[in-house]
């Protein structure tokens, strides 16, 4: 069974470009989470979706980050203009109706030059 | 200056004995936890989850027990083994929201020949 697919795995871009994270949650799980993973912070959640609905965005930490999810299959996290301490490990994971566990992607390590 | 990062406890076993890993929550009013395994350059992993309405549950080589009373979960793998190596985390869930988890800051599992 294909899990969480995240892309790119890895991105390298310089400070005030954009960058574009994508996810596919796992095929009929209608929750979506996007995480960051910092050895500062730990594992924070930035932003959740339930049936494509943004339902907590408390998380998200400014307004240079944004996240969509146009349809149950697919999600992106948006950062623009990206910043050096945005660097981080940034992870999606998906769930069915909340009542399950999450799965995780292998998340996309995000370095801002 | 120098960073500070989150400072993971450690945990060493030699490979056949059993580990314990264990961890406070903190909301008496969570009812879903979960034991995760992250491996590194990968995402969390699923291991095993127990509701408020029980206080223990096997897996395979794996057993979770949960004190309400103290607000403790335990993770107990039996006979350890190199693959286990890992940091492991917990998770409760956040009452009224069944999606949205708050998760530890890990225990790194070292297993030594």
């Known amino acids: 069974d294909a899990g969480v697919i995240q892309s790119p795995r890895h991105e390298v871009t310089e400070m005030g470009q954009e960058v574009t994270l994508r996810c596919k949650p796992i095929?009929?799980?209608?929750?979506l989470f996007w995480y960051r993973q910092t050895m500062m912070r730990g594992l924070e959640l930035l932003i959740y979706?339930?049936?494509?609905?943004?339902?907590?965005d408390s998380g998200m930490p400014e307004d240079r980050f944004s996240a969509k999810m146009p349809n149950a299959s697919f999600s992106t996290l948006k950062i623009q203009p990206s910043e050096p301490r945005d660097s981080a490990v940034y992870f999606c994971?998906?769930?069915?109706?909340?009542?399950?566990?999450?799965?995780f992607g292998d998340g996309t390590r995000l370095s801002i030059l | 200056g120098e960073s500070v990062g989150l400072h993971l406890p450690t945990l060493s076993v030699q490979e056949g004995d059993n580990s314990i890993i264990n961890c406070a929550y903190s909301?008496?009013?969570?009812?879903?936890f979960i034991w995760y395994k992250q491996e590194s350059g990968k995402g969390p992993q699923f291991i095993i989850d127990?509701?408020?309405?029980?206080d223990k549950r096997q897996g395979q080589r794996v057993t979770v027990l949960l004190n309400k009373t103290v607000k403790h979960l335990s993770l107990q793998i039996a006979a350890t083994q190199p693959g286990d190596s890992a940091v492991y985390f917990c998770?409760?869930?956040?009452?009224?929201?069944?999606?949205?988890?708050?998760f530890g800051t890990g225990t790194r599992l070292q297993v030594t020949l």
């Open positions: 095929s009929g799980h209608n929750s």
């Open positions: 979706f339930n049936n494509n609905v943004p339902i907590d």
């Open positions: 127990i509701r408020s309405n029980m």
């Open positions: 994971a998906s769930s069915l109706g909340g009542e399950g566990p999450q799965h």
């Open positions: 909301n008496s009013a969570s009812d879903y």
């Open positions: 998770a409760e869930n956040n009452p009224g929201t069944a999606s949205k988890l708050t």
